[in-house]
């Protein structure tokens, strides 16, 4: 890409060239353009490997996902159309993931349903894919014309399944800004706009990367102290239809 005073010019795999007033980065966790700019990234890794993969149970899930979070990371099920299919998603420690892969599947389902026994016995319908979990967040996610959205900015732990939903946060927040912007014929996209952008989500941005952080660390932690407190602290939620409603709307992108 080519950035000038006025505009910006991206050349796609086979030269073509597309010129605009700003280009909108959203190339996920790995972003060829974050690397590009090379602006300062944090970057921090679990040591942990998520596998996905999709499983028929013999109960029916009436559209309810279900997370444990277990000793060595947690496991969800997510539900799909069908009643009796849903989307694994099974953290482990990396040390323990090769194994876990390489495994013929009659012992990997054996594993699965000894982890896992909520929606009755599973049996895997896809294959497994794994991938590695880590953070990164990026301060100042914007150089000249070009601004970074997504996952290319901020990346998270997915036990609280916030990702997309931080990144769909980014995307409301620039298109209102773009608008106001437009409204007064102010360049919509300099570093003006995305400097109001960037300091209008860091809050958001920097609560849930902060909070997914934390989870994570608080459910894999073997204090005894530590993990009486937390259990205390999500009956008190769970007694609390205030509290409960309070944390699924922020879940939800409400609160
Ligand atoms: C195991 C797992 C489970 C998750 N579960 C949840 C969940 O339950 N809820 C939730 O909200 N979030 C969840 N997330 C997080 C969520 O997947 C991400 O936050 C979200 O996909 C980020 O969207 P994005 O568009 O920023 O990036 P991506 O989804 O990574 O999309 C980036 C796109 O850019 C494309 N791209 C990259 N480079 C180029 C290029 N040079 N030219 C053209 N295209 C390019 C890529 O092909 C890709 O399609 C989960 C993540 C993981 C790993």
Redesign the pocket.
Known sequence: FICTHHDVTVF??NGTEIKGTACLA????????RHKLALPTREWSYDQI?F?FNVHHTKPHHNFAYEAFLPKGPF?S?PTVDPNVSSI?W?VPTKEALPLKEMDDASFCTILNDTFNILGTLTPTTSRWT?P?SGLLVSKPYKERILL?????H??H?V?????????GDVIALGDLMQRYRKLGLDMGGVTLFREFSKQRRFDVLAMTFTTDHLVRLFSNHSITLNFMRDQGLKIVDRSPLLKRFFTQKAMGKA
């Open positions: 796609d795999a959203a190339d996920g966790k790995f972003s060829p353009i998520a996905v969800a997510l998603i953290t991938y979990l959205l997504g996952d290319a900015a990346a998270m997915p609280a399944g916030q990702g997309l939903n931080v990144g769909i």
